[in-house]
């Protein structure tokens, strides 16, 4: 199936959210410098010790929250044209 170049850049934006939205949960997990307390059900121990490694997961942590917000206003603009322009997209998500 040959795609136009607006689908290219559809179907590479959404590969780029879940891939940044995947950081961002492992580099959250990853620079916590405590146990992680799951509503006092579950706790789970601080998954590193070394003060370095966890400042550079913080740092990546942070940036990849910028880029994911900058990528969902992107998605939100794009899904507001489509609607404005009669492609009714999210007429097709409801069940």
């Keep these: 199936m040959l795609r136009t170049p607006a689908q290219w850049t559809a179907f590479?934006?959404?590969?780029?959210?879940?891939?940044?939205?995947?950081?961002?949960?492992?580099?959250?997990?990853?620079?916590?410098?405590?146990?992680?307390?799951?509503?006092?059900?579950?706790?789970?121990?601080?998954?590193?010790?070394s003060a370095g490694l966890i400042a550079v997961f913080k740092k990546i942590h942070d940036?990849?929250?910028?880029?994911?917000?900058?990528l969902v206003v992107l998605h939100m603009g794009a899904v507001i044209r489509h609607e404005v322009s009669g492609h009714r997209i999210l007429r097709r998500m409801l069940w």
Excluded: Q
């Design 12 to 49: 590479w934006v959404h590969k780029c959210m879940y891939l940044v939205t995947g950081v961002v949960l492992t580099s959250g997990v990853m620079m916590m410098d405590r146990a992680i307390n799951v509503f006092d059900v579950l706790s789970i121990p601080a998954p590193l010790e």
């Design 63 to 70: 940036v990849s929250c910028v880029v994911l917000a900058v």
